[in-house]
T-cell receptor, first 113, second 114 residues
Framework: DQQVKQNSPSLSVQEGRISILNCDYTNSMFDYFLWYKKYPAEGPTFLISISSIKDKNEDGRFTVFLNKSAKHLSLHIVPSQPGDSAVYFCAATVTGTASKLTFGTGTRLQVTL | GAGVSQSPSNKVTEKGKDVELRCDPI?????LYWYRQSLGQGLEFLIY????????KSGLPSDRFSAERTGGSVSTLTIQRTQQEDSAVYLC????????????FGPGTRLTVT
């Protein structure tokens, strides 16, 4: 039972354009969401997070949007850069549960010149 | 500063053998997590340590898997009688305290069971 789903295994975007990565979840108890970025042969690195009390969080070129009613979140990268090419994982947790993260399967983003 | 380190980076073992994977968390981090990523899958939670509390083993897939954390620092994940389905990347993460949701991951150990 995949509680966090990233239905697009890959995405290709031209440099300078917007990248939109999507994530859906099924567990309504999740109240904190994170995006991690992973380069080959490295561990995931934290990118941005959002609490369920918000619907948007912005950090530089990265913005995460949360739609609780649809159980959907998205990560926007504007403008996209070649160094953004990586696998992006969406993760969710229930605060107060020792922060065990439930991850999606990842979306591979390729930013082309 | 030093991040989370894991060893070995790669391990190839024969089916039925035992393996030990090591994780050195960031100094001072009290929470330590093990995850694994099988081919084409997301990261799957295995076990969680917080300070001196009893570990949360709810994610361990079978009793062939065990982990310990000595002195609140280094952790070892042991897989006994390895099976081919144990082949995966095993990732360790640490965080400064329980409830701090940002976790810092090591590079992982790629385990291949032949």
């Amino acid at each position: 039972d995949q509680q966090v789903k990233q239905n697009s295994p890959s995405l290709s975007v031209q440099e300078g354009r917007i990248s939109i990565l999507n994530c859906d979840y099924t567990n309504s108890m999740f109240d904190y969401f994170l995006w991690y970025k992973k380069y080959p042969a490295e561990g995931p690195t934290f990118l941005i997070s959002i609490s369920s009390i918000k619907d948007k969080n912005e950090d530089g070129r990265f913005t995460v949007f949360l739609n609780k009613s649809a159980k959907h979140l998205s990560l926007h990268i504007v403008p996209s850069q070649p160094g953004d090419s990586a696998v992006y994982f969406c993760a969710a947790t229930v605060t107060g549960t020792a922060s065990k993260l439930t991850f999606g399967t990842g979306t591979r983003l390729q930013v082309t010149l | 500063g030093a991040g989370v380190s894991q060893s070995p980076s790669n391990k190839v073992t024969e089916k039925g053998k035992d393996v030990e994977l090591r994780c050195d968390p960031i100094s001072g981090h009290t929470a330590l997590y093990w995850y694994r990523q099988s081919l084409g899958q997301g990261l799957e939670f295995l076990i969680y340590f917080q300070g001196n509390s009893a570990p949360d083993k709810s994610g361990l897939p079978s009793d062939r898997f065990s982990a310990e954390r000595t002195g609140g620092s280094v952790s070892t994940l042991t897989i006994q009688r390895t099976q081919q389905e144990d082949s995966a990347v095993y990732l360790c993460a640490s965080s400064p305290r329980q409830g701090f949701d940002e976790q810092y991951f090591g590079p992982g150990t790629r385990l291949t069971v032949t």
